[in-house]
């Protein structure tokens, strides 16, 4: 018996469901005050979350046609939620830290020096988030550019995805090392978000439609 069929449709759901979720993790990270367990939680799934999305993105791409840029997306979208799995939570980390230091500072020129070194450690930081950029926006441009004839996705989704995320990357790149949204740019980052959400969407939409296309 050929189980092809339920292992795409499994995979096909775990992308629409943990695509969801990851970012409905990102947003309550963002506005939502959370106890501390609570935000330590949702910075380490948010990676994971993004990155099996990305496989089940791509098995449903894959069903259409497999491509080498469709591969290459699978891969930089992975790595990219490795790389924001490790920035969240070394900001936390050092944020945790350093709070603890400076309640514990002795005097104001000892707050003083804390602060300068926290702000020194944050720009370390936002090289992570500048590679994070890169890695999604050239997973995210590929995804979308296998979208274009794709029978479930097609050219809205294709090239919104790709126009988003080419001015995503080349903001980040004009500005660097200062963030988009820090110099006079829009940070285009909750669009790929609102992307990927109705990506998730579309895709928990096409379950039938993977055992149809392999089926019949």
């Known amino acids: 018996m050929n189980d092809q069929p339920d292992f795409l449709k499994r995979w096909t759901l775990a992308s629409g469901i943990t ?24 910075a380490a799934a948010f990676g994971v979350l993004l990155s099996i999305a990305s496989v089940g993105l791509y098995h449903l791409l894959k069903i259409f046609r497999k491509t080498v840029t469709l591969q290459v997306a699978l891969m930089c979208n992975v790595v990219a ?12 980390t050092v944020r ?34 500048v590679s994070w950029d890169v890695y999604i926006a050239l997973g995210t441009f590929l995804f979308a550019l296998n979208m274009l004839r794709h029978p479930r ?23 660097f090392p200062t963030p988009p949204g820090e110099a006079n740019l829009v940070d285009l ?28």
């Open 19 to 42: 695509g969801l979720s990851a970012f409905a993790v990102y947003i309550a990270l963002i506005v939502a005050p959370l106890p501390q367990f609570f935000t330590v939680l949702f």
């Open 81 to 92: 939620g490795a790389i924001v799995n490790m920035m969240i939570v070394v900001q936390l």
């Open 96 to 129: 945790s830290f350093m709070r603890q230091d400076l309640d514990a500072a002795a005097d104001e020129s000892a707050r003083q020096t804390l602060r300068w070194i926290w702000d020194a450690v944050d720009k370390v930081q936002l090289g992570l988030d």
């Open 153 to 175: 996705f097609g050219k809205i989704f294709g090239w919104a995805g790709m126009l988003i995320t080419l001015l995503l990357l080349a903001f980040n790149l004009y500005t």
């Open 189 to 216: 980052g909750p669009a790929v978000g609102l992307w990927y959400i109705a990506v998730g969407i579309q895709t928990l939409r096409s379950v039938k439609w993977v055992d149809n296309a392999l089926r019949g």
